[in-house]
């Protein structure tokens, strides 16, 4: 039977059949194949699916991709220092358009409590639970596109950390897409998993160099074992043209942590999924967003968090800074089980619209079958606060100084959750490059402390 | 220093000012007493130029130029400050931050050097302590979770770190107590000089027994309607806005 829309996964269909098996172990080729018939049987999701209902992906069905080849994109090493967001004080892994670069990588050493390699290296090496991790990433419910980079990914990164390794220093994945005649498409796998105790810091930053068009399509997984903890951050920096449709999925067990940052600063159409299953007793979940917007950039945040254990915490709290024709989407899903008593969970979603023709949707969906529950959740959309900003231009603050102040004070808690000091400053740098008017040098902190 | 010839200047679709003029020279106080609605506030938003109230006849003119026709962030570089009767809370920006930026903005305007962090902090803690506010205050968000007694002193305090040559102070004194009344008074008082004016805008007669002005302004419906000595605001505590609201009425009784 032919899908409704197969014109649409034609491209995908002959990309898969051109590339053709890749070398690996046999549950790799047939998990890839399994995947392949999801995606084909499903399609690209359809306009006007409930999930999809806010995020058109006309733009995408029109355009034909092609997967990089596997060996090794150039870019120089001067050009690389360029393209960080912050110094890279702890371990780097690049990846150009989905290629391991290992001449850009600085990974841990083998017996340092991390392991850190392409994925495909993981996967040949026969690393152990590699197979099982992989698989698992058919467990969290998303679709189409996940099936997509399950049937297409060539690497990301394979990352384990032994049982109580604290590791200090952050891992930095950089995601490069270059484009030049508008076709690429990336697949990066990336899957993380931290044995009991284990605690780690990931940044996660795609990037696109040029405005043209590609697809980004990556797909992260956590595996969180008892009392381990990892702080995810994550970073959107496509190019103009860009379609960007990211999965990230976790799984957390007792009293272990999770906290994501996500920070989305550039790209054409941006789709992100996250799912958290909040599977052990004591959980704590945090997802934080942050979406700078403008143009007619569009930016979806959809994220599910399912509690599925009593005594759960999950805090989530999705910002969106929109001018121009920009249109954010937000829709929180907190899931909770009958059997998820004494579960706290806080959402919130706000959104600062800088123009008459940003437009912001916003969606709670609260799902609740236990009955000693606090569950609360709260959206608000509005422009800048003119007695603010009448106040600051009362004391001599220039107009546009009053409004890049105002929207980073709107913005500034998200900013002030980063922990490390370099990335956070990186950050800043970027929020007051996309605010329009005179702005603040970065590395200043407006927040108080 | 600032001359208000016939001002008028209406909100929506509502005249408030009526026809207002006055004349603050430098050195010299002026209260301007009135009972709610009579527009005090309103010629303060104007003066600092609040762009919900349009001004609609008459002229300010400020150290001989058109105060009117600047925007309300070169006023405060020309060094207008208005101390707001509602202090608007910021949340996410540092009280520090928030005031560092403003002195340095005004100094920028001024050709003045900028102050680096270092020197704005010990300026901020010699202020602070002047007006009694508590430095644990300076690194808050602006004004947010402040006591009404707070956010009147962080007025005063912004003041006293901007050093304006007009200030106009917006019912500075309601919702004080007798001894947050004290430290504003002291933080204004040590402000008085002969090169700086003061509008002193208030309901009560109180705030005047500390800050002691050189004129008294009554305003009702728009309009002044009587002006005199700091004695006149003695005579409005005894015996209200009534009489003289009705003096302004019939004129020949």
């Known amino acids: ?449 | 220093m600032l001359e208000i010839k016939e001002l008028q200047a209406k909100v929506e679709d509502t005249q408030i000012l009526k026809g207002i003029s006055l004349q603050v020279n430098p050195g010299e106080v002026h209260a301007v007493m009135g009972p709610n609605g009579s527009g005090k506030s309103t010629l303060g938003k104007v003066i600092a130029g609040h762009e919900d109230y349009l001004v609609t006849g008459g002229s300010v003119a400020y150290k001989g130029k058109d105060l009117l026709d600047m925007e309300p962030e070169d006023r405060a570089c020309e060094g207008v400050f208005l101390a707001f009767q509602y202090p608007v809370e910021i949340p996410g920006v540092g009280n520090n931050y928030f005031l560092r930026t403003a002195l340095n903005s005004i100094r920028k305007y001024r050709g003045e050097e900028e102050l680096d962090a270092f020197d704005f902090l010990e300026l901020a803690r010699e202020k602070a302590d002047l007006v009694e506010l508590d430095r644990s205050l300076l690194d808050r968000p602006v004004n947010e979770g402040f006591s009404g007694g707070e956010k009147k002193r962080n007025e005063v305090f912004q003041m006293a770190v901007l050093e304006p040559t007009l200030a106009v102070l917006d019912e500075t004194d309601s919702g004080l107590d007798i001894d947050a009344l004290k430290a504003v008074a002291d933080g204004v008082n040590s402000m008085r000089g002969p090169d700086r004016g003061f509008i002193v805008i208030t309901h009560y007669q109180r705030l005047l027994e500390y800050i002691v002005p050189d004129y008294v302004h009554v305003l009702h419906d728009g309009r002044i309607i009587k002006s005199g000595g700091k004695e006149l605001a003695l005579e409005l505590e005894e015996k209200g806005y009534t009489w003289i609201e009705e003096e302004a009425a019939n004129p020949a009784s």
């Not at chain 1, 999924?273 to 959809?302: S, W, Y």
């Not at chain 1, 004070?409 to 970027?430: R, T, Y």
Request: hydrophobic share 40%; aromatic share 8%; charged share 20%.
């Open chain 1, 1 to 449: 039977m032919t899908a409704p829309n197969a014109a649409d996964t034609q491209t995908f269909l002959d990309a898969y059949a051109e590339r053709g098996k890749v070398d690996g172990p046999e549950w790799l080729a047939s998990y890839q194949e399994e995947s392949m018939k999801l995606f084909r049987a499903a399609g690209l999701p359809l306009p006007g699916s409930e999930e999809w209902k806010y995020t058109n992906l006309a733009g995408l069905r029109k355009r034909e991709f092609a997967l990089a080849g596997a060996q090794p994109q150039q870019i120089t090493s001067t050009d690389l220092s360029e393209l960080l967001i912050c110094d890279p004080d702890g371990f780097l892994a690049v990846f150009v358009n989905g290629v391991f670069s290992a001449e850009h990588s600085r990974l841990p050493e083998a017996g340092s409590g991390i392991q850190v390699e392409p994925l495909s290296a993981a996967i040949e090496n026969g690393s152990p639970g590699v197979e099982e991790l992989v698989a698992s990433g058919k467990t969290f419910g998303f679709e189409s596109f996940a099936d997509l980079n399950s049937a297409l990914f060539h690497s990301g990164a394979w990352i384990h950390v032994t049982r109580g390794a604290e590791i200090t220093e952050p891992l930095y994945l950089l995601h490069i897409s270059d484009s030049p005649d508008g076709s690429l498409m990336t697949h990066p796998r990336n899957v993380v998993s931290l044995e009991e105790g284990a605690r780690l810091t990931l940044i996660e930053d795609y990037l696109g160099l040029g405005d043209s068009a590609y697809l980004s399509n990556p797909f992260t997984h956590f595996q969180i074992a008892d009392n381990a903890g990892a702080v995810h951050y994550r970073l959107v920096r496509e190019g103009e043209g860009s379609f960007h449709v990211s999965n990230l999925g976790v799984r957390q067990a007792g009293h272990s942590s999770f906290t994501s940052h996500s920070f989305c600063f550039s790209g054409g159409v941006v789709r992100n999924d996250v799912a958290a299953f909040l599977e052990g007793e004591g959980v704590e979940c945090t997802l934080n967003g942050l979406t700078v917007g403008r143009g007619e950039e569009h930016v979806d945040n959809h994220t599910r968090i399912i509690h599925s254990q009593p005594n759960c915490n999950s805090w989530e709290m999705y910002k969106a800074v929109l001018a121009e024709k920009a249109h954010g989407v937000f829709n929180g899903k907190i899931y909770v089980a009958q059997d998820a008593q004494k579960t706290d969970a806080k959402q919130s979603n706000q959104a600062l619209l800088l123009s008459d023709t940003a437009v912001m949707d916003s969606k709670p969906e609260l799902e609740i079958y236990a009955d000693d529950v606090k569950c609360t959740h709260g959206a608000t959309v509005g422009q800048l606060n003119e007695d603010g900003l009448f106040y600051l231009r009362s004391r001599g603050i220039g107009k546009e100084a009053a409004r890049v102040l105002l929207v980073y004070a709107f913005a500034s808690d998200l900013v002030s959750g980063i922990e490390h000091p370099g990335l956070k400053a990186g950050v800043e740098a970027l929020l007051f490059e996309k605010l329009p008017g005179d702005c603040e040098p970065a590395g200043v902190t407006v927040g108080a402390t």
